[in-house]
């Protein structure tokens, strides 16, 4: 529970971040939230949060500022552009970065909060929506012992596994990023695979379930497909989140002159499907992109000209091993020797 009289200021009420918000105030913290969405705000209310009209206003007397918006260009305003939240933190006051963020961005950020008097935990999370909504996700934290003090009770209350990775910023972001690059690529290797199975004439909803008890499977690849085959693509985590994720991996290995041919495949991918529309739909939506292109439908089923595009198979061989279709050989004919092949 939250220690008496804890107020901390929530920046970034989305898909996740309301239900870290409101976790923390099932847990007793006083938390004072804002988005630019209205609504959103409103929504913090209405679970028992207070609304704050600016990033200022939500740090205002905070004891903790957590900041949970989509980029580090939004994370930068949230902090320190007009009615930011730093001018109105008091010195020494925490704060507690959970976006996803490019490692270096989250080194820039403490050292320039350092210079204010203000500790930052690099604490990006995973474990979607319905982790932050039931309190269990998981908190790649790293930053200075001050700011993982400071942070403590609000994380557990958000978290069930909390990782203390390093003293510095940075660290934090770098395990984020390594976890996307995961993420990202198993969604679209289940995609990838779902589809190519309905156009094979397979029953998606069948082998969704061999798969799923095969070595195969991904915690992804049970998470997503079934929203396919729903053919219900409402976000929980947008198919543009993948664009900007994978990006950061990207760069990260362009700096570090390390080839990422996989994440750049998968990112090529969800390129395809923001170009064609989906990136405000759900990550899963990236399906359309192989449907689109081949006119199958994975929630439909079975793509009934499959059979008609069967490859030609050999015809069956004889006892003897022979095609039956094979001319018999003149009798005292001899047989060509062909060089041995090398396997």
């Known amino acids: 529970m939250a220690p008496p009289g804890s107020r901390i200021g929530f920046i970034g009420l989305g898909a996740m971040g309301t239900g870290m918000a409101a976790r923390l105030v099932h847990a007793g913290f006083e938390v004072r939230g804002f988005d630019v969405r209205a609504e959103a705000v409103r929504r913090l209310a209405s679970a028992g949060g207070r609304a704050a009209a600016s990033a200022a206003e939500a740090a205002a007397d905070a004891d903790l500022c957590i900041v949970m918006v989509a980029t580090a260009?939004?994370?930068?305003?949230?902090?320190f552009g007009a009615a930011g939240a730093v001018p109105r933190l008091r010195p020494g006051v925490a704060v507690v970065l959970s976006s996803t963020v490019p490692p270096d961005y989250a080194r820039r950020l403490g050292q320039r909060l350092e210079e204010s008097g203000h500790p930052l935990l690099d604490a990006p999370v995973s474990g979607g929506v319905v982790g932050a909504e039931s309190g269990s996700l998981t908190v790649m934290a790293s930053g200075p012992a001050a700011a993982f003090t400071a942070a403590e009770s609000a994380l557990a209350a958000m978290a069930t596994h909390v990782y203390r990775l390093g003293d510095a910023p940075g660290i934090?972001?770098?395990?984020?990023?390594?976890?996307?690059?995961?993420?990202?690529?198993?969604?679209?290797?289940?995609?990838?695979?779902?589809?190519?199975?309905?156009?094979?004439?397979?029953?998606?909803?069948v082998l969704f379930e061999v798969i799923s008890k095969s070595a195969g499977r991904s915690w992804m690849f049970e998470n997503r497909?079934?929203?396919?085959?729903?053919?219900?693509?409402?976000?929980?985590?947008?198919?543009?989140?993948?664009?900007?994720?994978?990006?950061?991996?990207?760069?990260?290995?362009?700096?570090?002159?390390?080839?990422?041919?996989?994440?750049?495949?998968?990112?090529?991918?969800?390129?395809?499907?923001?170009?064609?529309?989906?990136?405000?739909?759900?990550?899963?939506?990236?399906?359309?992109?192989?449907?689109?292109?081949?006119?199958?439908?994975?929630?439909r089923g079975a793509d009934p000209g499959a059979e008609a595009r069967a490859p030609l198979r050999a015809?069956?061989?004889?006892?003897?091993?022979?095609?039956?279709?094979?001319?018999?050989?003149?009798?005292?004919?001899?047989r060509s020797r062909r060089p041995p092949r090398r396997r």
Do not use: C, W
């Open 73 to 79: 260009e939004q994370a930068d305003a949230a902090l």
């Open 172 to 205: 934090g972001s770098t395990v984020k990023m390594v976890n996307q690059l995961l993420a990202g690529v198993h969604i679209a290797a289940a995609a990838e695979a779902m589809a190519l199975g309905a156009r094979a004439g397979a029953d998606p909803r």
């Open 225 to 299: 497909v079934p929203h396919m085959l729903a053919g219900d693509y409402t976000p929980l985590s947008a198919l543009d989140i993948f664009v900007k994720d994978l990006g950061i991996v990207l760069e990260a290995g362009k700096a570090l002159r390390f080839p990422l041919p996989l994440a750049a495949a998968a990112h090529q991918l969800y390129l395809m499907g923001a170009a064609a529309g989906l990136g405000r739909e759900d990550d899963s939506a990236v399906v359309k992109v192989f449907e689109k292109l081949t006119g199958i439908s994975v929630a």
């Open 315 to 334: 015809p069956p061989r004889s006892a003897a091993g022979a095609s039956r279709e094979t001319p018999p050989r003149p009798r005292g004919a001899r």
